[in-house]
Nanobody, 123 residues
């Protein structure tokens, strides 16, 4: 199994940037594709971005393309989400997750989840 611990959330003005971190415990971290999801109050958890286990392929939701970048460092067992040009509608609890099913987008297709951290973007 893989345990995921998130950091890097917080508060930022619209137009600003944040860098999210997700650190994993487990020798098999590099065998998993990784994803980022977010969930705003009253809404379902939605896909944000994913990256293959090698880091060679990425996938982004249309709402965050260009502005967000997902990356990973398997030696450090860490996945990152760089968020630029943040908008108020980006405000949500953000989760990192791991899956062995490939480059998937649905939350139930991910096996392991971080604890979730709040990102708040002021208008």
């Amino acid at each position: 199994q893989v345990q995921l611990v998130e950091s890097g959330g917080g508060w930022v003005q619209a137009g600003g940037s944040l860098r999210r971190y997700c650190a994993a415990a487990g020798r098999t971290f590099s065998s998993y594709d990784m994803g980022w999801f977010r969930q705003a109050p009253g809404k379902e958890r939605e896909f944000v971005a994913a990256i293959s286990w090698t880091g060679g392929r990425t996938d982004y939701a249309d709402s965050v393309k260009v502005r967000f970048t997902i990356s990973r460092d398997n030696a450090k067992k860490t996945v990152y989400l760089q968020m630029n040009s943040l908008k108020h509608e980006d405000s949500a609890v953000y989760y990192c997750a791991a899956t062995s099913l490939g480059m998937v987008r649905r939350p139930h297709e991910y096996h392991y989840w971080g604890q979730g951290t709040q990102v708040t973007v002021s208008s």
